[in-house]
């Protein structure tokens, strides 16, 4: 008999429901997991969505107030898919009553908000689970096998790429994600961070950087009413866009590597270009999200004009044999999610962390806070976990 698990989901925009769609088909592709989560309750500030949300996916209980879920001894589990300012707020909440959280990036606004999460998952004896969810596509984490073995042979650097043009429509909303209060850093918080993590799950960590950064759309209409994802709001008041668009930036990594992380959000013609290029002495591996169940390696002994090969990945790669019986089936973006929520709830089952955890959002966020001092000191910096 598999023991059920009560869940609630603070936040019915687009991560709010992607996590509640993979608690819904966990099981799925998961059968032997030792927990079937249960929709308890749904927290949503919009008039309406959580009872929508409830309809569809079938909650039992619905509030306005998310800090009715932290009194609800029916709730064992929370996802935490709010805006960023909120993240601290509810993470340290959600741990302080005992419960394991499921966070979506970049946990907070700052380092100080990652660790305050951190510190209170910690003490409380909770699982934490992160939605660095890139690092769960079977072919990065064939990647990092193949450089850890040193198929590659010593990397010597690194370009990672997250191009976007969620926010390249000039009508695009004066959402959260624009006001450094409830936003944070912009496209840092946004993309970024997931470029640092997987900088970080690739080839360890950075130990100083040089950035620079921009915001190419300046302005943007005020929405007149509630918004989720990357609404439109054509006619509305202009207000200013208060965090960066772009950041360009320089790596070194403490084995000596050098890198390059770029990442956009206002690229016109780019849609989820996110991607890395590994460069070691003796080969290469290359993946891209758009073809995210590929990945290209070169390896071998020839270093000139050595070819490229493309590997489809299969069952023995990742998660990919709890989705598809073969390779060349595509996964997709989604399904990263069902492995996030496989993840977290065997943690929370087995009492052990799997996939990304809070120490890994707390990296993350000290390299967003590097790339911010290095930004306004026009200096190289070092990072400090
Ligand atoms: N891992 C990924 O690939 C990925 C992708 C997108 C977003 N995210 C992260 O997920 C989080 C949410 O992003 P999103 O795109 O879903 O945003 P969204 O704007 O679509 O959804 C946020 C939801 O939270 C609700 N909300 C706001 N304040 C609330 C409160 N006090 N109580 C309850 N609900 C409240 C909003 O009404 C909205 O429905 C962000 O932290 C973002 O960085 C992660």
């Avoid at 869940?7 to 019915?12: I, L």
């Avoid at 687009?14 to 032997?32: I, L």
């Avoid at 689970?129 to 990647?143: D, L, Q, S």
Wanted: hydrophobic share 45%.
């Amino acid at each position: 008999m598999v023991d059920a698990l009560g869940v609630a989901v603070v936040g019915f925009g687009w991560m709010g429901r992607v996590h509640t769609q993979a608690y819904a088909r966990v099981r799925h592709h998961y059968p032997r997991l030792a927990l079937r989560p249960q929709l308890v309750t749904v927290a949503e500030e919009v008039p309406g969505r959580a009872e929508e949300a409830a309809d569809q996916f079938g909650f039992a209980a619905v509030t306005r107030d998310w800090r009715e879920v932290v009194a609800d001894p029916r709730v064992r589990a929370v996802s935490i898919t709010a805006p960023n300012f909120l993240h601290r707020e509810i993470g340290v909440a959600m741990a302080e009553a005992g419960k394991h959280i499921w966070i979506e990036k970049p946990v907070g606004l700052t380092p100080q908000d990652a660790r305050a999460v951190a510190d209170a998952v910690a003490e409380a004896g909770v699982q934490g689970t992160v939605g660095f969810n890139y690092r769960n596509a079977p072919a990065v984490e064939t990647a990092r096998d193949l450089i850890a073995a040193g198929e590659i042979g010593a990397v010597t650097h690194v370009r990672i790429r997250l191009f976007s043009d969620y926010a390249a429509h000039p009508d695009g909303a004066l959402s959260w994600r624009f006001e450094r209060e409830r936003g944070g850093s912009g496209v840092l918080g946004d993309l970024a961070s997931h470029g640092a993590d997987l900088a970080r799950f690739l080839l360890g960590d950075i130990a100083s950087l040089t950035a620079d950064t921009a915001v190419f759309v300046p302005e943007r209409a005020r929405p007149s009413g509630a918004t989720a994802g990357h609404s439109r709001a054509a006619g509305g008041a202009l207000g200013p866009v208060e965090n960066e668009d772009y950041v360009n930036c320089l790596l070194r990594f403490a084995s000596g590597a050098r890198g390059v992380l770029e990442a956009c959000r206002v690229s016109v013609g780019e849609q989820n270009n996110y991607g890395f290029e590994v460069h070691g002495t003796k080969g290469a591996v290359f993946w891209d999200f758009r073809r995210m169940n590929e990945l290209r390696v070169s390896r071998g002994t020839t270093y000139q004009d050595q070819p490229v090969g493309t590997v489809y990945v299969g069952p023995g790669d990742g998660e990919f044999g709890a989705f598809q019986p073969g390779a060349a089936n595509a996964m997709g973006y989604d399904d990263l999610k069902v492995v996030e929520a496989y993840r977290f709830l065997r943690s929370v089952a087995e009492g052990i962390p799997y996939g990304a955890t809070l120490t890994d959002a707390v990296h993350s966020a000290t390299v967003l806070e590097a790339m911010t001092r290095s930004a306004q000191s026009g200096s190289w910096v070092d990072v400090h976990p």
